[in-house]
């Protein structure tokens, strides 16, 4: 995880993840208006610092001090709004309720917001017991949606008369979104959305940050507005939804957590149903090929990271059953390789067109 950042430091928006160059590369492109005005801002308050170095000010010529800011702004490193993050898909920008850039893009300070932000409003949007109620959380004058899941069920499946053992549990956790987007976080895949464990109104769940502008999978193929422009990349995005379900057990994938973005990028949500304990990789026929750098993340990770990362969220049965299932997931994915060969198997995932979706909100 990066380093929070402290608050009301709001004139310089920098975030600590993207100092790092490791994870994956998945989008590129869009924002440069962004761009241009975090740049704008930044130097504004450059020169405003410098404005008011009364010691420099009075001891030194204007041409000194004019150089001396040129230094400054030539050293200060702005990130775009969108800015790469190893982690993160490029591209997608953070919005408020008003569809306008949160001030922040980085995880860290989103979780933070997500955290501390009061809550304005709450509305049911999902249906059953695990359904998601849509929140406006403000924070310092900002609105922003959020999703709020408190499902927290456990069930123990009873054995057959006549069989002695116990019984199997299964658990339906709004905690789990939280284990998912570690993990997410922690190999380099990004799709997770930012989300947090919070408690609100007395009822405990987790607050993970609104995806604006996106559509569910499900939405636009009934509407017929699921045209990706790089059948490819598109493909190759699944193939990484693969190792992933595959490594958390998550058998209620569906199109409906699946969101697209105006980019054509594939964001995982909804896992309160995953982290089964069974050792069995449940889309083990789906799974065709891996992007190298998930491949590799994937195989060298040792158990005590992931377990480390992971105790705060998943009981220790849920976790010694996900690591089993990894050390599975990597012996199939060696097979693949060593039958067919890294070049059929492993893909570099294949930069988006730059093709905005233009479906109707």
């Not at 059953?321 to 890294?342: A, Y």
């Amino acid at each position: 995880m990066a380093s929070q950042i402290p608050y009301g430091a709001r004139a310089l928006p920098i975030s600590p993840r993207i100092a790092t160059s490791s994870g994956f590369n998945l989008a590129r492109g869009g924002g440069r208006q962004q761009a241009d005005a975090k740049t704008a801002q930044t130097q504004s308050l450059v020169l405003r610092k410098l404005s008011v170095m009364q010691p420099i000010r009075h001891k030194t010529s204007p041409l000194l001090l004019a150089f001396i800011a040129s230094v400054v702004l030539l050293c200060v490193h702005v990130p775009t709004a969108h800015a790469e993050s190893p982690t993160g898909i490029d591209g997608y920008i953070w919005l408020d309720v008003n569809d306008e850039p949160l001030p922040y893009q980085d995880h860290a300070t989103i979780q933070e917001w997500l955290r501390s932000a009061n809550v304005i409003s709450r509305e049911k949007v999902g249906r059953g017991i695990a359904g998601v109620e849509k929140l406006v959380l403000e924070y310092e004058g900002i609105r922003f949606h959020a999703a709020f899941r408190s499902v927290d069920v456990t069930v123990r499946k009873a054995a057959p008369r006549g069989v002695e053992r116990s019984t199997k549990k299964y658990r339906d956790a709004a905690i789990f979104e939280s284990a998912a987007y570690e993990l997410s976080e922690l190999l380099g895949i990004g799709r997770v959305p930012p989300v947090v464990e919070r408690s609100i109104d007395g009822q405990n769940g987790t607050v993970q940050i609104w995806m604006e502008g996106t559509r569910p999978e499900v939405v636009l193929k009934q509407e017929d507005q699921l045209h990706p422009p790089d059948i490819s990349r598109w493909k190759q995005q699944k193939q990484i939804m693969y190792v992933f379900d595959n490594l958390v057990c998550n058998s209620d994938r569906n199109q409906g957590n699946l969101l697209i973005d105006r980019g054509w990028n594939i964001w995982f949500i909804d896992h309160t149903r995953a982290f089964k304990r069974s050792s069995k990789l449940i889309y083990l026929d789906k799974l065709t090929s891996c992007d190298r750098r998930l491949w590799s993340s994937l195989r060298d990770i040792n158990d005590e990271t992931i377990q480390q990362r992971l105790e705060p969220y998943l009981e220790s049965r849920e976790i010694t059953k996900l690591l089993t299932r990894r050390r599975t997931l990597v012996r199939r994915i060696q097979g693949m390789i060593d039958k067919h060969g890294e070049e059929t198997v492993l893909f570099d995932l294949r930069p988006p067109t730059g093709e905005r979706a233009n479906w109707s909100d």
